[in-house]
C-alpha cells in the first residue's frame, strides 16, 4: 500500500496496491512552467480535441469518378450504403483488428458494418461531438460559423515561397444571424457534425486510436446532440462507468448503427420551392448504450440498493457481477430476509445523485472522509482544487472520482 501522506500522492495511490496504480503527477511549480503553443496546442477544445484521426467512417460509398461532356473526369459524391456504415484506415495493425471483428473488408479495403461498437472520449457533449456551419471548397474548409458569428475562416497568406492557404480564428457577424435554418446560406455553409469517438475492439487492445464520423444532415446532427445530452442526464456520463467493469475497460459502451426515419422535405418544381412538404425516407445514424451494459447496470443497482438496506448479499453474486455475469442476481431473490429502512438517498446510478444536496465544499470534503478515511483531509482538498469541473461544476466530478476510486479500491482487494 502507498503511503497515504505521500506528498502529491493522489486518493487512487492511498487505497490501491501499487502494482495496480503508477504515480505521475507534477508539482503545483512544475505544473505551471507548462504552456501551450500558440497556434498549435492552444486549440479551441471542440475542434478535434484528438489530434490525428485514424479511423473514419461514413454513411456512402467511396466518391464516385465521372466524366463530362467534354471527357473531363470529375469525382462526384458517393452512394449511401443504407443500414450498413463504412470504416477505413491505413494503418495496418488496426486493419488486422478490424478485419477479425467486422469480417473481410471489400474490394476498396473498407469494412462494412451495421453495428460500430464505440466509446466516448470525452464527458462533454461539446467536445465528443463538435458541431457548426461549414463551407468547403475543393482545396478545403472556407468559413466556419455557429449562424450567429463567423469563427474560422481561409485567408491566402503570402510568403517568399509563394501563396498559401491558411485557416485563421475571426469573430465576425455572420450575415445568416436570426434567420431560419430552411435559409440557405450564401456562403455555402451546411450544417456538419463531427462525432469523435474510440473503435471499441481497438481500445480493448490498449489502442487509443481515435475515430470520427462526419455528419451533415440537420436530422443527423439534431438527433445525435440531443441523443448525447440525454444519456449524460440518464446515466451522469457518456465515459467512465461507475460501477466496476474491466471488460469495458471501465467505460460506457456505445453502438453506433442506423434507421429509417421519415422526415418532411420542400417539395421544388422547376427548381423553385412551391410551399408544400413531402414525406421522405431516409437512413439516419442512430445511437444507444450497449443493452449489455446496461443489463449490467441494472444488476449492480439491485445490489446496491440491497447493500443500503443491509440485506445480505452472497460473496459469489459479487464475483459473478464483477465478471459480467448478470445471471448471478437472480440467485438474491432466494434469501428470505426482513427488510431494513433506511433514508432515501441518491446512490451511484440514481437519477438525483447525492452531489445536488452539498451546500459547500466542505460538505463535499466531510461526504470523502466518510467514504476515504484512509486518506488526510489535506489530501482530499488538494484533489478537490485540482480537479477539472464538469460542465462548470466540481460537485458532480467529485462525487464519480471518489466513487470510481472506492469501485477500484473493492475490485482490488
Not at 498549435?40 to 466524366?67: A, C, P, Y
Not at 462525432?195 to 443527423?220: N, P, Q, T, W
Request: charged share 25%; hydrophobic share 35%.
Amino acid at each position: 500500500m502507498l503511503p497515504a501522506d505521500e506528498k502529491n500522492s493522489s486518493i487512487v495511490a492511498s487505497y490501491l496496491p501499487a502494482r495496480h496504480y503508477t504515480q505521475c503527477r507534477f508539482s503545483t511549480k512544475e505544473r505551471e512552467s507548462f504552456m501551450a503553443i500558440a497556434g498549435l496546442t492552444n486549440k479551441d477544445q471542440t475542434f478535434n480535441s484528438l489530434g490525428r484521426v485514424e479511423v473514419k467512417v461514413f454513411k456512402g460509398t467511396r466518391k464516385q469518378i465521372g466524366t463530362t461532356r467534354e471527357g473531363k473526369e470529375y469525382e462526384g459524391y458517393g452512394n449511401d450504403l443504407g443500414s450498413k456504415l463504412r470504416i477505413t484506415s491505413d494503418n495496418r495493425l488496426i486493419r488486422t483488428i478490424l478485419n477479425s471483428s467486422y469480417g473481410p473488408p471489400d474490394a476498396n479495403g473498407d469494412f462494412l458494418t451495421e453495428e460500430l461498437r464505440v466509446y466516448f472520449p470525452f464527458d462533454e457533449v461539446e467536445r465528443t461531438f463538435a458541431t457548426s456551419m461549414s463551407a468547403y471548397k475543393g482545396s478545403g474548409l472556407e468559413i466556419q460559423c455557429d449562424r450567429t458569428n463567423i469563427l474560422k475562416k481561409c485567408v491566402m497568406l503570402q510568403d517568399s515561397k509563394g501563396q498559401y492557404r491558411q485557416i485563421v480564428d475571426c469573430n465576425a457577424p455572420c450575415p445568416m444571424q436570426g434567420k431560419p435554418l430552411s435559409m440557405k446560406c450564401d456562403r455555402g455553409c451546411n450544417a456538419e457534425g463531427q462525432l469523435f469517438f474510440y473503435v471499441k475492439e481497438l481500445l480493448d487492445k490498449d489502442l487509443m486510436i481515435a475515430g470520427r464520423i462526419a455528419l451533415h444532415s440537420l436530422e443527423d446532427v439534431s438527433y445525435v446532440d440531443a441523443k448525447l445530452r440525454e444519456f449524460k442526464e440518464m446515466l451522469g456520463t457518456i465515459t467512465n462507468s461507475p460501477f466496476p467493469c474491466w471488460w469495458y475497460r471501465h467505460k460506457v459502451p456505445f453502438i453506433l448503427s442506423r434507421t429509417q426515419v421519415k422526415i418532411k422535405t420542400p417539395v421544388v418544381e422547376n427548381k423553385m420551392r412551391t410551399g408544400k412538404r413531402a414525406d421522405k425516407v431516409v437512413w439516419a445514424i442512430a445511437l444507444q448504450v450497449d443493452p449489455e451494459y446496461m443489463e449490467l447496470r441494472r444488476a449492480w443497482m439491485e445490489l446496491e440498493e440491497r447493500s443500503r438496506r443491509q440485506l445480505p448479499v452472497s460473496q459469489s453474486v459479487v464475483k459473478g457481477l464483477l465478471r459480467g455475469d448478470t445471471s448471478v442476481i437472480e440467485d438474491i431473490d432466494a434469501i428470505d430476509v426482513e427488510v431494513v429502512e433506511v433514508p432515501a438517498q441518491a446512490h451511484i446510478l440514481a437519477a438525483a445523485p447525492l452531489w445536488m444536496d452539498w451546500k459547500s465544499p466542505q460538505d463535499a470534503i466531510a461526504w470523502a472522509i466518510e467514504k476515504l478515511p484512509l486518506v488526510s483531509e489535506d489530501q482530499l482538498w488538494q484533489q478537490f482544487n485540482d480537479l477539472e469541473p464538469i460542465n462548470g461544476k466540481k460537485a458532480p466530478a467529485w462525487f464519480s472520482m471518489i466513487e470510481s476510486v472506492v469501485a477500484q479500491q473493492k475490485y482490488a482487494d
